[in-house]
């Protein structure tokens, strides 16, 4: 790369609102930084189309740091672009070179339905925690001493490692189904490796199910693309679980 | 108006509960007819909207994110304070409180602070119940790790991700009052105003971000908790959309604003690599449990590593300068936020800083690898262990406590930190400052309430770490819900508010009158191109250090900058669609405003306190010689600021700030 940085072509996905038809175009963008995160390679071609007095390309972003799990890009076919581990925000224009056509879509599923650009309403996911992602204890700050449930180092960081799911829907972006399993999965977990979770476990893993159901999503078929493009690493093993608790609700 | 900290009476000890013993309840039958909105979702607007909702009023809550689960609390990494003394280390509420007020620098109020580490046992309790997987030990009990700034081991995490698992706890109690009806969720909406009738807080204005479509939303009490402004410096740690719209446009409509300078410069955080760089990444405080801060002892070092011909590594244990252990010998590298932080600059105005651009130092943690190695190779009675095999167990407690953060480090700076050093530079993190409120989080209008990090009320002038997430909750679990009701009382007669009044109309139009200039006007500048220019004045002239010509010069700076955004901003797009252009313009407009009567404030406080540090208040001799120097017989008050047109008109107000129960003292860090 020479000291100049980078000149690119970005082959974008612009709709203008969710009724519209939409349409890949092509800008170009030049001395791109190597060190610039590839959103701030974006906010470049926005203050250059600003300048033109043409519409900036909407997206999706906020923290810029990859655990608000806003950003949502599906980059040259992959979601959140070709690195590992991290979310659009986090990625850096280093994995890219000189020359290079970047393809931009936004995630793409029956249930993630197209706001503008890029951008893509994931209220279903939003929805399917309100059908049972919680504990129902009330907020009275009257139950007992924390440390009057001691709960094994291995449970509390297996739930915290499900628990990191941020969100954001690469998951169910990359998925040939569009399944939200891993996501689901992840979020029965949390509760169901808890000794607090178990009141409500059984209700709370059909409700979360039929509610994944009922938005759209597809089912899942093993080909576990969802655990390589996820930014959290969220393992496999929460879709196993999940399925072995809602079998055991439904026996 | 006089200012009415409304702090009840009697032993510090007692006023809370006193408090709550004797305000007026609400019936549960009457809690239904009454309305409340809350504005932000983060630990605070989160927790509150969900503890209102079981208690029985009817929330709107509203955030701009496309979800409450996105608020930028979620990025607090390193952990929550609650005075527990789980470890036994001598803890207890009036230790935390005490370490609070002497950590704020003696500028926050004693009975707020008080109440808040009485409450904050109760939090680690209502979290562990709701499900959020703190880290624990092997014996399946709670673990703490310590913080800067203070003597005892009282933070809880989960790992890295403290804020997340903690916001997400807070979203799952909203989940079930969402799926109850309870709360009346409104994502991708931005408040726009508050309307005030007869006096009182009785609703909002809020645009659709997906349709543009201006709304009215009534209410018997309005409750702000959209977070700091730490965007008027353009770079900083807060996300992209954090704003201080709301907490602003409520300034303008009758709440003071305190304390506006009192900002901090949170020293762990990535340094700038270019012009484009459009946020700052933290590395969390608690790092500096393990890392040890240093820069070369010499210059010609410090010249081999810019030019790429040494590495830090290369340097031995006595070519480096530990400068918070040399200058701290007490507290060494767990010297608070603002003392790091102006240690660091002071290195790298002097010239040792370690990167290009000439503003980083090192954080290392090779000695944390070596140490936690050794201890390793003893537990499991590994005898004479290798170099290596030194390295390699302690490398796996090192990446068991911090691991997501190293490799957030390595992602963006391409070097791996347990190779190398890491490399760190302060960036703005966290207001102290916000909407002045008295001890029942109502500000200077009625049914008005303000909490978590948009009020000013518990860190007087410089937070200590993990207490941000700490006063989010309390404010919203713990405090708000008796004190709103104390107020809700009265309004149970009242009815539903309606919409279709002229207050209302009026509100509605100043709203759609701005957002039309924006999308009407002929401009030729983006709105970046001024946020950066504000931020830049920020950094320079009212940052780490201050003083009174900067400020004179930022003041009159923003000004001008302001009448220039008015005239020649230029936003693409229409008003009723999708246009993040136009929602930036408006958060930059009302910044162009906060940044100036920042800068007044700064001008006003001639002392150095917490974040806020002015160059002529200095100790000029003895041990502290150099250090901040704080005025406690001019200053101990907190400057609250009534709104009268222009920022540089703004009227001050002072609340006297009384310490019956901790003395005034120098803090020393030595």
Redesign the interface.
């Known amino acids: 790369m020479s000291e100049k940085g980078m000149n690119l072509t970005l082959r974008i996905w612009r709709q203008k609102d969710s009724n519209a038809k939409g349409q890949m175009v092509d800008y170009k963008v030049t001395e791109i930084s190597e060190h610039m995160s590839f959103l701030e390679m974006m906010d470049v071609l926005n203050e250059q189309l600003v300048a033109k007095g043409e519409e900036p390309v909407a997206f999706d972003h906020d923290c810029r740091e990859g655990i608000c799990g806003m950003c949502s890009m599906y980059i040259n076919g992959e979601a959140h672009g070709p690195d590992r581990g991290v979310t659009t925000c986090q990625l850096h224009m280093r994995m890219f070179k000189d020359g290079d056509t970047i393809t931009i879509e936004p995630f793409r599923a029956a249930a993630f339905p197209v706001i503008k650009d890029l951008v893509v309403d994931r209220t279903s996911f939003d929805r399917i925690q309100h059908a049972g992602g919680y504990i129902s204890v009330n907020t009275s700050g009257n139950t007992q001493d924390a440390n009057a449930l001691p709960i094994s180092k291995h449970a509390a960081d297996e739930a915290m490692d499900a628990a990191t799911c941020i969100g954001c829907g690469a998951c169910v972006a990359t998925c040939k189904n569009s399944s939200a399993m891993l996501f689901v999965g992840a979020k029965v977990s949390q509760y169901a490796l808890l000794p607090q979770g178990q009141v409500e476990a059984a209700d709370r893993v059909k409700n979360m199910v039929a509610q994944m159901d009922l938005e759209g999503f597809g089912n899942c078929t093993n080909t576990g693309a969802c655990e390589i493009e996820c930014p959290k690493g969220i393992s496999l093993e929460n879709i196993a679980r999940m399925n072995r608790e809602l079998m055991k609700a439904n026996i | 108006m006089a200012l009415n900290s409304k702090v009840p009476q009697g032993p510090i000890k007692d006023k809370w509960t006193t408090y709550k013993d004797k305000i007026d309840l609400v019936n549960p039958a009457n809690k239904r007819l009454i309305d409340v909105i809350v504005v932000g979702t983060g630990l605070a607007g989160g ?1 509150a909207a ?2 209102l909702a ?1 208690l029985g009023y009817n929330v709107k809550a509203f955030c701009y ?8 609390s ?2 607090a990494q390193g952990g929550i304070n609650a005075a ?1 003394n ?1 470890q036994g280390d001598g803890d207890s509420t009036y230790r935390l409180f005490y370490d609070t007020v002497k950590g704020g620098d003696y500028r926050s109020r004693e009975a707020n602070v008080y109440r808040l580490a009485e ?1 904050s046992a ?10 959020v ?10 673990d703490n790790r310590s913080f800067g700034g203070v003597l005892v081991s009282r933070t809880f995490y ?2 890295g ?1 403290t804020g ?2 903690l916001l ?1 706890g807070a ?3 909203m ?2 009052q ?2 109850r009806g309870k709360i009346e ?1 409104f ?1 991708r909406h931005e408040m726009l105003d508050v309307v005030k009738v007869d006096g009182k807080a009785r609703g909002i204005i809020a645009r659709n971000l ?1 349709t543009g479509e201006i709304e009215r939303h009534s209410a018997h009490a309005v409750v702000i908790a959209s977070g700091g402004y730490g965007n008027v410096y353009f770079l900083s ?1 807060n ?3 954090s704003n201080a719209t709301a907490a602003w446009k409520i300034h303008k409509k009758g709440a003071y604003f305190a304390n506006p300078c009192y900002t901090q410069i949170h020293p762990t955080c990535i340094p700038r ?2 012009d ?4 700052l ?2 590395m969390s405080e608690s790092l500096r449990n393990d890392g040890r801060i240093w820069v070369p002892k010499n210059m010609e070092d410090v010249i081999a590593i810019r030019e790429g011909k040494k590495k830090p590594t290369d340097l031995s244990e006595d070519e480096r300068d530990y400068y918070l252990e040399r200058r701290y010998p007490a507290f060494g590298n767990l010297v608070p936020r603002d003392v790091a932080s102006r240690a660091a600059k002071e290195r790298c105005d002097a010239g040792y800083g370690v990167n290009a651009t000439g503003e980083a130092v090192y954080l290392d943690f090779a000695s944390a690898i070596e140490r936690y190695g050794k201890e390793q190779a003893k537990i499991h009675n590994i005898e004479n262990p290798s170099k290596q095999k030194i390295y390699d167990l302690g490398k796996a407690i090192v990446e068991a406590k911090y691991g997501n953060l190293f ?2 480090y390595e ?2 700076v ?1 070097e791996n930190p347990y190779e190398t050093p890491m490399m760190i530079y302060p960036a703005t993190h966290y207001t102290m400052g916000g909407v002045w409120v008295d001890y029942n989080l109502m500000t200077t209008v009625d049914g008005l309430y303000c909490i978590g990090e948009a009020n000013f009320s518990d860190h007087g002038a410089n937070r200590l770490g993990a207490s941000a997430l700490m006063q989010g909750l309390a404010d919203g ?2 405090v708000l819900p008796y004190t709103i009701g104390d107020y809700l009382a009265d309004e149970i007669r009242t009815g539903k508010i309606p919409t279709n009044t002229p207050e209302f109309d009026e509100a509605e139009k100043e709203v759609k009158d701005r957002i039309d200039f924006f999308v009407n006007n002929q401009g030729t500048n ?1 709105v ?1 191109y001024y946020h950066k220019k504000l931020g830049k004045i920020m950094w320079d002239k009212c940052g780490m250090s201050r003083n009174e010509q900067g400020l004179k010069e930022a003041m009159a700076e923003i000004k001008a900058l302001r009448e220039d955004f008015w005239k020649n901003v ?1 936003v ?2 229409t008003a009723n ?2 246009n ?2 136009l929602e930036k313009a408006g958060r930059v407009a009302d910044f162009l405003e906060l940044g100036e009567l920042f800068a007044k404030d700064a001008l006003n406080r001639n002392e150095s306190c917490g974040g806020h540090f002015r160059e002529e208040s200095v100790e000029l001799d003895g041990e502290q010689k150099g250090e901040a120097k704080r005025n406690d017989k001019e200053y101990a008050y907190v400057a609250a600021w009534e709104y009268k047109g222009e920022p540089a008109d703004a009227v001050l107000h002072k609340e006297e700030l009384e310490f019956n129960d901790i003395e005034l003292k120098q803090r020393s860090y030595k």
Request: aromatic share 8%; glycine share 8%.
């Open positions: 927790s969900a503890t079981e994110q496309d979800s409450p689960r996105r608020a930028h979620i990025a527990k789980y409450v109760n939090i680690i309790d209502q979290c562990v119940a709701q499900g997987p703190f880290a624990r030990d092997y014996g399946g009990l709670l989960a790992k991700q997340q698992q997400l979203y799952s109690a989940n079930r969402i799926a969720m994502n997906i740690t996300a992209m959309g690599s270019g484009y760089q459009s946020k990444t933290l490799q957030m992602k963006i391409d679990y713990f983006s970046d230029k693409p797009g669609e999708m993040p252009e």
